[in-house]
């Protein structure tokens, strides 16, 4: 990229950002000035710690498929941008998993990393292993293909369904470090069942979803590193990552346990196992304590993010086809109308696997 589409982008975040900060005209312009010289002096610029957070912030806020945008504004965000050997980043990447976690009180956390130093692996710090095997995939089908590299790099799991993942990270372009996550750092939910015996199913999730693939760009500066986390939707897990046939495809089990037919297309089986899926997950969630929300909630949550929005003179841009909850969609308000999904900065955007 060339200075002057960084200084373009850069003077767009600051003219947007500064106002919102509730800073002067005056600092705004002294600001740009500064940055101006920066970049053609070096060719780039540093944020500030404030402009940082507030940036993180506002990509948050501009993520069209995320229905959870209501608490943006509350974003923990950790700056290890000095950070460069193997070491620290090690320590930070633990770090996040332990503070988001936070004993189930999860806490949105993004850790940002320095530009171009270090790239993650990971889809998320903390996912299950998937093995072709035999008798068929063992594990979470998704993870395949990582599963393989992790292997490669020396990384052997216990061949269980859900074995976590090593965190694999690069710094530079040197060889890969791989750590195994210390098992007391991750908090994990044994689904049960207000009324069914759902013990044969084994099933579980982790607690906390650290998205750890995708950049942030604030500004015209592109953050390769920074992973970023909530707290779940239930139907993220109970809907799709349990449930979906390319996933661990749960639903025909289930009805097993649930003691209902599955040859009938009309007699609504996968739905009804859907449900009390989504319901063992919210349950077990809620009973040990650990942060989750029911679609409706979130819906609702939604809805007047929607509305701060609109008070704050404000788009809201969403992706539709995201935003609807794979369960019950029409039940929700965000079902009956449209949203722009225009792609606003700052924000998060999908990058190439380094792998
Ligand atoms: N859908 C992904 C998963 O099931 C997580 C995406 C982020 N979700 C969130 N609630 N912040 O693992």
């Known amino acids: 990229m060339n200075n002057t589409t960084v200084m373009e982008d850069a003077f767009s975040f600051l003219e947007k950002a500064y106002p919102e900060l509730k800073r002067s005209p005056e600092n705004l312009n002294e600001r740009k000035l500064e940055v101006q010289l920066e970049i053609e002096r070096t060719g780039t610029y540093e944020h500030t710690f404030k402009e940082l957070q507030h940036g993180a912030r506002m990509a948050w806020r501009n993520s069209n498929k995320c229905i959870g945008r209501l608490f943006w504004n509350t974003l923990s ?9 193997e070491e620290e980043i090690t320590n930070s990447l633990l770090e996040h998993i332990r503070t988001a976690t936070n004993n189930g009180r999860i806490r949105p956390t993004i850790t940002v ?6 790239r993650i692996w990971n889809h998320q710090l903390i996912r299950y292993a998937g093995y072709e095997t035999a008798d068929g995939i063992v594990g979470d089908p998704a993870s395949i293909e990582f599963t393989k590299e992790a292997n490669k790099l020396g990384w052997t799991g216990d061949g269980t369904p859900y074995d976590v993942l090593p965190i694999i990270f690069q710094i530079d372009n040197n060889e890969p470090t791989v750590i195994s ?12 069942h207000p009324e069914y015996d759902i013990t044969p199913l084994n099933a579980r999730w982790y607690a906390v ?12 500066i592109h953050y390769g590193a920074a992973p970023f986390n909530g707290w ?33 297309n009309a007699s609504l089986w996968k739905d009804r196992a859907l449900i009390e899926l989504n319901r063992a997950v919210l349950y077990s969630f809620q009973e040990d304590n650990v942060s989750i929300v029911d679609h ?14 609109a008070r704050a003179e404000r788009k809201v ?13 029409a039940t929700t308000h965000i079902f009956h109308k449209p949203y722009k999904n225009k792609i606003v900065s700052p924000n998060y955007f999908y990058q190439d696997k380094p792998y």
């Open 296 to 309: 409706h909630t979130a819906a609702r949550q939604f809805h007047k993010f929607e509305d701060n929005e």
């Open 113 to 118: 990393f320095q530009p171009n130093k270090v």
């Open 181 to 192: 996550i210390p098992p007391e750092l991750v908090l994990q939910v044994d689904l049960r």
């Open 317 to 329: 841009t969403g992706n539709w086809t995201w935003l609807i909850p794979p369960i019950s969609p």
């Open 77 to 85: 965000v950790v700056d290890k941008r000095s950070e460069t050997t």
């Open 209 to 220: 979803p650290i998205i750890s693939d995708m950049q942030l760009e604030i500004g015209g």
């Open 232 to 264: 779940y939707m239930g139907t993220e897990i109970g809907a799709r990552n349990l449930a979906d046939e390319t996933r661990y495809n749960l639903l025909p089990h289930l009805a097993e346990i649930m003691n209902i037919g599955t040859s009938q």
